[in-house]
């Protein structure tokens, strides 16, 4: 239900012009959605109060389940749950096996250039997973804020390349969301530092993540947000982190390599846990279930944990040294140092950054919600819900664009690290006599070489007039967007012969699959919502049956006569049983039978519990605490 806005008399805007917008910080451990609300802006949470969205999704018969849920059920299924997909998201089948850890999914490539995760339903695209993520925040936001969304800024890491950022797009359309611009993440984390601080200067904002990391050197200058250089690892975060811990338990368990994915995942999850239990404690304890039913106990120190993941926190000190040297700055011109991305909690982490720019990080701020915070600033003022914002954002390219030469060489176009949006042009001519077409070949990357850059897109510019080998002049003209996407045209000035390409990379989905995506999803909304409340329902009821179950365990045979443990034992059969139905109705209804039939048994074990607490003591006793208590409140 939306709540009424209020405002100062005066300064309410009218309903009309202000629109329902978002940020949406899409992770690859976890998701949040943000909004400006009122005058500030805040991440959004869900209806349990958890503003973190596991980014986790399980493909069952029933249905979909994103988050929580999910997670809860990756070691038991880890063939058709997926995590950390934004790993997998614009990348061709070769780079996804070349990313190092064993994946326990199946991929496929059948008749199509995006990879396949086989599922229990059937075979997904990492985009068609993150676009149930970005499903599940709207829902969130749509809910929360009392409207239908009109748009989303999405954030994504500063170094994701062309095909990345457009798989992105894809999702947030298969989604059925409108994406008001990409928004490098660490860009986004400096919108809401400078204006939490108001602070002008060179700022680097060091962004390590789940599965990626970024550094930005920005310069902050009277509201103008300008990035000076970017720099980062589209394949390293705290995932990689958990990897090496569990390889490091393997060792001590002796757990051998070709082990189940069961035993895999719950592996990652151990390592992840003890992973965040020594960003506070010197020792973390561990427990594994081993194949022959025995279990494995040990401990992992600091500074066992310190050794283990330091080459990694120094692998992101060389992308530091490239931006600072792209930015035409030293260490000691940095203000300071924005610290942003979960893992950045890591001590060793804080340690050696602090360490390389020689100043204390800025922990101040949540590293989990100021990401989305950013965005959602952004949104607001793209929406044009601040029409006196003066604020300017300046982003740059990540990766220089270009085009393939003779001789196999690429000539850079747009450098990387220039200020986007731009439009660059340049003249190339023929190398033969007579030539009448020209291939274009569209590559990124910094190399020197077409084989060692990526490949974006091939046209060709036909009916060029044959002339002499150099005579003729043929335009190549490169246009970036604000969300850093790419077109490029090619005119032969002469003649005026033109052509031109969207640069969609191979690794995004074509628009006929996105609009069967799309066309899948109305066609099926009604039964979808069908099964979404079913689902809800049923995990509703898992919880009272594991509760009462335990409850029953621990004091049935003592506070229940036989012909009460009788008729409780009766409600929860049938519930277990309605639980398997497939009307959300029906469970609904038998759940609140056995509540019913449970009040006296809840109530008895209240008073049990009451009863134990004050064995011991005298009315009196607490008497005197509620009287010190009262006294504790005087000012």
């Given at each position: ?101 064993r994946l326990p999914y199946e991929f496929r490539q059948q008749g199509s250039a995006v990879p396949r995760i086989h599922m229990v339903v ?430 029953l365990r621990d004091d049935g045979d003592t506070l229940l006569s036989a012909e009460e443990r009788t008729q409780i034992d009766a409600a ?64």
């Amino acid at each position: 239900m939306a709540l009424l806005q209020l405002a100062e008399p005066g300064q309410s805007e009218a309903p009309h012009q202000h629109r329902l917008v978002a940020g949406i910080d899409l992770g690859t451990t976890n998701s949040l959605v943000a909004a400006v609300r009122g005058r500030q802006a805040e991440t959004l949470p869900d209806e349990e109060g958890r503003h973190l969205l596991p980014s986790v999704v399980r493909y069952t018969l029933d249905g979909v389940i994103v988050g929580d849920e999910a997670k809860l059920k990756a070691s038991a299924d880890p063939l058709n749950t997926i995590v950390s997909v934004k790993r997998l998201i614009g990348r061709g089948l070769g780079e996804i096996k070349s990313l190092g850890g064993r994946l326990p999914y199946e991929f496929r490539q059948q008749g199509s250039a995006v990879p396949r995760i086989h599922m229990v339903v059937g075979d997904v695209s990492p985009i068609e997973v993150s676009a149930e993520i970005l499903k599940n925040l709207v829902a969130r936001a749509e809910d929360t804020l009392g409207g239908d969304l009109t748009g989303a800024v999405i954030t994504v890491p500063a170094h994701f390349d062309d095909a990345q950022r457009q798989a992105t797009k894809d999702a947030a359309k298969v989604a059925g969301l409108k994406v008001l611009r990409l928004l490098n993440e660490p860009t986004a984390a400096a919108v809401a530092y400078g204006l939490d601080t108001g602070s002008d200067g060179i700022h680097a904002i060091y962004d390590l993540g789940g599965g990626t990391f970024d550094i930005s050197i920005l310069r902050l200058n009277r509201g103008v947000f300008e990035v000076l250089s970017t720099g980062g690892d589209s394949a390293l975060g705290g995932d990689d982190f958990d990897r090496l811990i569990a390889e490091w338990i393997m060792q001590q368990a002796g757990i051998q390599g070709d082990t189940d994915h069961a035993t895999l995942r719950h592996l990652m999850e151990s390592a992840c846990a003890a992973k965040e239990i020594l960003t506070l404690s010197n020792e973390a304890g561990l427990g594994i279930q081993l194949e022959d039913g025995s279990r494995w106990r040990g401990w992992l120190s600091r500074s066992k944990f310190d050794q283990l993941v330091d080459p990694l926190i120094r692998k992101t000190l060389a992308p530091c040294r490239r931006a600072l040297r792209d930015a035409g700055i030293t260490t000691e011109e940095i203000e300071d140092v924005v610290m942003v991305g979960g893992s950045t909690r890591v001590p060793r982490v804080r340690e050696l950054v602090g360490e390389f720019f020689k100043t204390e990080p800025m922990v101040s701020i949540d590293p989990d919600r100021v990401v989305a915070i950013g965005a959602a600033v952004q949104a607001d003022i793209l929406a044009g819900n601040k029409p006196n914002d003066k604020m300017l954002l300046l982003d740059v390219n990540p990766l220089s664009l270009g085009l393939e030469t003779m001789g196999g060489l690429v000539e850079k176009v747009i450098p990387r690290n220039t200020t986007i949006p731009v439009a660059r042009a340049q003249e190339f001519t023929t190398f033969k006599d007579g030539q009448a077409a020209m291939a274009v070949h569209v590559l990124q990357g910094e190399r020197e070489l077409v084989s060692d850059c990526r490949s974006l897109a091939r046209f060709e510019l036909r009916g060029i007039p044959p002339m002499v080998a150099g005579a003729a002049r043929i335009r190549v003209t490169f246009s970036v967007d604000a969300d850093g996407l790419l077109n490029v045209d090619a005119e032969e000035q002469s003649s005026g012969i033109k052509a031109s390409v969207e640069v969609k990379p191979a690794y995004g989905l074509t628009d006929s699959e996105i609009e069967a995506m799309l066309s899948d999803s109305i066609d099926h909304a009604k039964g979808d919502m069908e099964t979404r409340r079913l689902r809800e329902e049923q995990v509703a009821a898992e919880r009272v049956i594991e509760a009462l179950t335990a409850a029953l365990r621990d004091d049935g045979d003592t506070l229940l006569s036989a012909e009460e443990r009788t008729q409780i034992d009766a409600a929860l059969a049938s519930l277990i049983e309605a639980s398997k139905s497939s009307g959300h109705k029906v469970i609904k209804a038998a759940v609140k039978a056995l509540e019913t039939q449970c009040d006296f048994y809840v109530e008895r074990r209240m008073n049990a519990s009451v009863k134990t607490a004050m064995s011991g003591h005298t009315v009196d006793e607490f008497g005197g605490l509620k009287k010190k208590r009262r006294e504790c409140r005087k000012p």
